[in-house]
């Protein structure tokens, strides 16, 4: 199993498209946290927008900008599963291991790793940021005023589902660019609807980007009223149950499939 | 065939090869397909073997099977079923009846299947981007194979040069023969190649040539492989099965399909009229072409020579004319 999860990173570290995503990702996170530090405490027609960088609310709130970057990780997936169907390497990959259950299992889990790895970079690249704005403001820098360990807890669980979210994704449809733009609605505009519109909260917080928010507990106001959103705990069964279902979907769909 | 069998004595077909080549009494009678020989365990086993796309019957009953030290052409029109067979063959598609063997096993179930069997298909099967040494590294790490397998394969079939160049800007020919070389790394014993020559250029395809025949003559191997082309084969296999529209037309050695079991001797002689009715009477049966020249059915060459020496009958011409085997395959795939 070990192998087989070996050659999956290797696949997926032998293309240029892990850096190019990973370059894009850091780009998307850098620019709302430039955002984020460039509009912190500015009113606007008399209200408050975000909160002033020395306030432990900013840097939760910083630090969950992070979560943007799970869209990169999904089309990650996405490429990792459909491009075995676009290149036709699929007919490899089970001619070397006939047996696909553990081939769809390695794909999974090295998705999962890739996911992880992924959440690492955006982890970093916040430290770098958000810590020096917080000190240079004059604040203090809390993790734990700031929920960090369960925001950044929540961040890379993000990261890891979505990874596992695209790979079912690119299971179940096969079509790369028709799976990446599947991805993308889903993500910018069904799940933005779902979790931003409170009459709409109820549903929202059950799909993943609203488990995920619960996770690292993003409940904060940012404009339309808080969100209404389910309990930690709640927030991260609902984020393994998306990631049984995919898993599932990613096997029931591959295993028994012909290969022409 | 003596070091071919010594060589082969560890693996599960050996006793099949050694068989094939002293033409021992293990030979036994396939009684599905009249005049097939089969050995007690083939390297490759068809059976009644049926796969339907939709309402296409794509294969519909084919049985065959390949032996150890041998190279089996599978030959039939583009669309005849081939791919299919060769796919069901190695786990890629599902039969809806029917078994395919490697080795006496469905290749699902082989433990460690790229030592046991390499495979050609498509030549577009590798990601562009990637390079020619890192495609077959992946395929050595999920084997567990060495990565050092990767540069000898690729040496072997003569892409050295190209092994860090990413697949991107290969040529077909050499795309084919980065296949090649991945179905060289486990060092199997069975090849089985979907036409393999497309996109080879006439000296890639002699260079194939030799090293299928080199495979199959000098390693033991069973090898099959497929076209459509008959000209590309024709030169190096032993064995050819032929399939039209999903179903088994023949099958035998070049040799039977070419003599169809109707050989017809040439024979231009000075007194024609004199050897023709001692032709007739040795048993054959004799068509006058034009004046001197005759075909004579059910004799041989060496036959029709001795009754013309008996008659002290000078020839001016004695030609076995073999059945051109593009004839034949045409006959045989066309509609009917």
Redesign the interface.
């Known amino acids: 199993m070990t ?2 999860i ?2 999956e990173l ?2 997926l570290f ?4 892990w850096w190019v995503l990973l370059l894009v990702m850091l780009l998307l996170i850098a620019l709302f946290l430039g955002f984020a530090i460039a509009l912190a405490g500015v009113t606007q027609n008399g209200a408050a927008g975000l909160p002033a960088r020395d306030t432990p609310q900013w840097a939760q709130l910083a630090w969950g900008s992070g979560s943007s970057g799970t869209i990169l990780v999904t089309i990650l997936g996405v490429v990792m599963m459909t ?1 075995e169907y676009r ?3 699929i ?9 696909r259950f553990p081939v769809v299992a390695a794909k999974l889990l090295a998705g999962v790793i890739a996911g992880l790895l992924f959440g690492v970079a955006v982890l970093l690249l916040e430290a770098v940021t958000v810590i020096p704005a917080v000190i240079l403001s004059g604040g203090t820098f809390s993790p734990s005023a700031s929920h960090l360990p369960q925001t950044t807890a929540g961040l890379l669980a993000a990261f890891a589902l979505y990874a596992l979210f695209g790979i079912g994704l690119g299971a179940l449809v096969r079509n790369q660019v028709a799976a990446i733009v599947g991805a993308v609605v889903w993500t910018y505009v069904i799940e933005q609807i779902f979790t931003a519109i409170p009459v709409l909260q109820p549903v929202g917080r059950w799909l993943p980007a609203g488990a995920a928010q619960a996770l690292m507990r993003m409940d904060l106001d940012a404009g339309l009223g808080r969100p209404d959103l389910l309990p930690a705990w709640g927030g991260a069964l609902v984020l393994a149950g998306y990631a049984l279902l995919f898993a599932a979907v990613a096997s029931a769909t591959t295993v ?1 499939r ?3 | 065939m003596a070091a071919v069998a010594v060589l082969l004595i560890t693996r599960p077909w050996g006793a099949a090869a050694r068989a094939g080549a002293d033409g021992s009494s293990l030979k036994r009678r396939n009684p599905s397909v009249p005049g097939t020989i089969i050995g007690p365990m083939a390297a490759i086993e068809i059976h009644d073997l049926v796969k339907s ?1 939709g309402p296409v019957r794509a294969v519909d009953g084919v049985s065959f099977t390949v032996e150890a030290g041998s190279v089996t052409g599978y030959l039939g029109p583009n669309g005849a079923g081939k ?2 067979t060769l ?1 069901c063959l ?5 039969p809806d009846s029917g078994r395919a063997l490697v080795g006496g096993r469905p ?4 433990t460690a ?2 030592t046991e ?1 390499g ?1 050609v ?2 030549a ?8 020619a040494r ?1 495609h077959l ?3 050595c ?4 194979l060495p990565q050092s397998r990767a540069d000898e394969a690729l040496a072997q079939v003569g892409l050295a040069d190209a092994a860090g160049k990413r697949v991107l800007g290969f040529s077909l020919g050499m795309r084919q023969r980065l296949a090649l070389a ?1 179905a060289l790394l486990g060092r199997p014993r069975v090849y089985i190649l979907d036409e393999p020559a497309n996109g080879l250029d006439p000296a890639g395809i002699e260079w194939l040539r030799g090293f299928l025949r080199h495979l199959a003559h000098e390693q033991g191997a069973a090898v099959l492989v497929s076209s459509h082309v008959l000209s590309e084969v024709e030169q190096t296999v032993d064995n050819v099965v032929i399939i039209a529209r999903g179903r088994l037309v023949r099958q035998g050695t070049l040799t039977e399909l070419t003599s169809n079991g109707r050989s017809v001797v040439r024979v231009g002689a000075v007194n024609a009229a004199e050897l023709g009715p001692a032709l007739e009477t040795a048993g054959g049966a004799v068509e006058r072409v034009e004046d001197g020249l005759l075909r004579v059915r059910g004799l041989t060459a060496e036959e029709v020579g001795r009754i013309a020496l008996d008659r002290r009958v000078a020839l001016r011409e004695l030609v076995e004319e073999r059945t051109d085997l593009q004839k034949v395959f045409l006959d045989l795939t066309e509609e009917r």
């Open positions: 192998a087989l070996r050659a290797q696949k032998t293309t240029r498209l491009a290149y036709q390497t007919t490899g990959t089970f001619l070397t291991t006939p047996r028994r012909d290969i022409t | 796309f791919t299919t796919r190695l786990g890629l598609v599902a290749y699902a179930s082989l299947p790229l069997v495979a298909l498509e577009t099967s590798f990601h562009p981007g990637r390079t890192n590294r992946i395929l790490t999920a084997a567990g991945a």
